[in-house]
């Protein structure tokens, strides 16, 4: 028997496969200022069915620390052309996924505390606007975060959204070290095995990209990982039940609450690329 490993990255799916657009799926790679640049397109549901990803693009982005800065040159640009900012003025609603108690959990609140809103100022200063929301999770505040997030859209008049989380990957190699840009959405809580309402454009009604970074990965894909390296190719049905007993057990760096201070900076950095405005406002204190 065999186990399927946890990861929330496409890149981690993709590797080894071939990219054939007639299989329903194709993806490209190069890179800029020293970041790795993974594009995958899932075309349709024949791709949906290989990756378990709904139809969209997949851009992954791969950095250490010392390229990390070099992030908002790179995403930036790549945001603008997945959002067609360069024309028409928008009203972006900034959405940091997460609990900000936790430091592995806690990007894309720290995402949100890092940004200079410009909603409030009017498109006489910004040709975009940036609102910004950071609804927690259910058990802080009783509500789904997608209840909460409907309500800004609504209350912002928002024509994007970009919800930033924390992801599960299958490798500690990229923890904090890939950022992963998606146009499908995002199912909050998906990387934990905690489904939760999805925050896409079919549920919004306008489009949606995801930002993660991966920040954990499961006990059980590290006891797997390392049974496949010990020479173990197949697994009895004891050890896979003992696997899966695991699963609701993450691990994350010990270094978490730095990377993620990082990360989260970078993150906020790049989003701020993407608000033009002839006026510059100083960030928010960290």
């Known amino acids: 028997m065999t186990y399927q490993v946890r990861t929330d990255l496409t890149v981690e799916l993709a590797r080894p496969l071939t990219p054939k657009k007639a299989c329903g799926y ?47 040159d790179v995403a930036g640009p790549i945001l603008t052309d997945l959002m067609k900012l360069s024309h ?40 975009t606007e940036l609102f910004a929301i950071a609804p ?56 934990v095995g905690n489904h939760r309402h999805a925050i896409s454009q079919k549920t919004l009604g306008i489009p949606v990209i995801a930002i993660g970074v991966p920040s954990v990965v499961s006990c059980a894909t590290l006891v797997y990982r390392a049974l496949e390296e010990a020479g173990f190719s197949s697994l009895s049905e004891a050890v896979i039940n003992k696997l899966k007993e695991q699963e609701p057990f993450f691990v994350t760096p010990p270094d978490a609450d730095r990377l993620t201070h990082t990360v989260s900076q970078a993150i906020a950095d790049t989003v701020m690329t993407l608000i033009h405005t002839d006026t510059i406002h100083e960030r928010r204190p960290s």
């Open 26 to 72: 194709s993806h490209t790679e190069r890179s800029e200022k020293g970041i790795g640049i993974f594009s995958l397109s899932i075309h349709d549901r024949g791709g949906e069915k290989i990756f378990s990803r709904p139809i969209g693009d997949y851009i992954t982005l791969s950095f250490d620390e010392s390229t990390v800065s070099f992030l908002p």
């Open 88 to 127: 028409t003025p928008m009203r972006l609603l900034l959405v940091g996924l997460g609990n900000a108690g936790i430091t592995a959990d806690a990007i894309g609140p720290e995402t949100v505390a890092r940004v200079s809103v410009t909603g409030h100022l009017g498109k006489e200063k910004h040709a």
């Open 136 to 191: 927690s999770t259910s058990g802080n505040t009783g509500f789904e975060s997608f209840t909460l997030i409907k309500a800004a859209v609504k209350a912002s008049n928002a024509t994007h959204v970009l919800a930033v989380d924390a992801l599960a990957a299958e490798s500690t190699e990229r923890l904090y070290k890939t950022l992963q840009i998606a146009t499908s959405g995002i199912v909050p809580g998906s990387g």
